[in-house]
């Protein structure tokens, strides 16, 4: 017999917002460390080949958790940012808002958190605000037109990371007041990134240092 109880609310999956270009520089650069590191181990002589490794040790972790490991998850009940060093859980029901100026950022129980997988373009909006003037300007040309001939598009163009904050903000205030929203911002350090990589320096350090 199964212990679970039901529940009164539907549980969905959490959305997952991360940025596919800083994914694949992450694999890239995995790639390139392995193909250094390893031709540094085989062909080396000496401490080459440890202090390749500690490099190794030291470079990996730092590149997953500034490339593959940002991620924001999302569900109806809250949002858990994982970024480099740190996770982040906050219930909607603890954010006071989502936004994005030259970085995006959750403001939550009087502190600021930043969202390093919703990377912000500033190329990328100056062209959606570009596109907006002219579909405004559109707008009004049409209104104008006695035949209603221009055509305006139907929706204007937005910077990507702008949508994603616009989404997570709707979700905040649409879940603000569900029971399972409630409670305060939990933040947890992430040693299993941190640990690896001040070892791999500590020990760089002293191989470089007794050469």
């Not at 940012?81 to 959750?106: H, Q, T």
């Not at 709707?170 to 001040?198: C, D, F, K, N, T």
Request: proline share 6%.
């Amino acid at each position: 017999m199964s212990s679970q109880q039901p529940t009164d609310e539907p549980v969905y999956d959490d959305r997952v917002y991360r940025s596919s270009m800083g994914v694949v520089s992450g694999v890239l650069l995995l790639a390139l460390t392995a193909w250094l590191c390893g031709d540094a181990v085989v062909r080396g002589s000496g401490n080459t080949p440890w202090i390749a490794l500690a490099a190794a040790l030291c470079a990996v972790p730092l590149i997953v958790a500034f490339t593959i490991r940002p991620a924001v998850f999302a569900n109806d009940d809250r949002m858990r940012v994982r970024n480099p060093f740190r996770i982040i859980e906050l219930p909607w029901a603890a954010v006071d808002a989502v936004r994005s100026g030259y970085s995006a950022e959750v403001l939550a129980e009087g502190s600021k958190y930043q969202l390093w997988s919703v990377p912000v373009s500033l190329r990328e909006r100056k062209k959606a605000n570009r596109q907006r003037l002219r579909h405004e300007g559109l707008r009004d040309r049409e209104d104008r037109s006695p035949g209603g001939k221009v055509r305006a598009p139907a929706e204007p163009m937005r910077a990507s990371a702008d949508r994603i904050v616009d989404e997570l903000q709707r979700l905040a205030e649409r879940g603000a007041e569900r029971p399972g929203a409630q409670g305060g911002v939990r933040v947890h350090w992430s040693y299993e990134i941190i640990a690896p990589a001040v070892a791999g320096a500590l020990l760089l350090i002293v191989l470089v240092a007794t050469r």
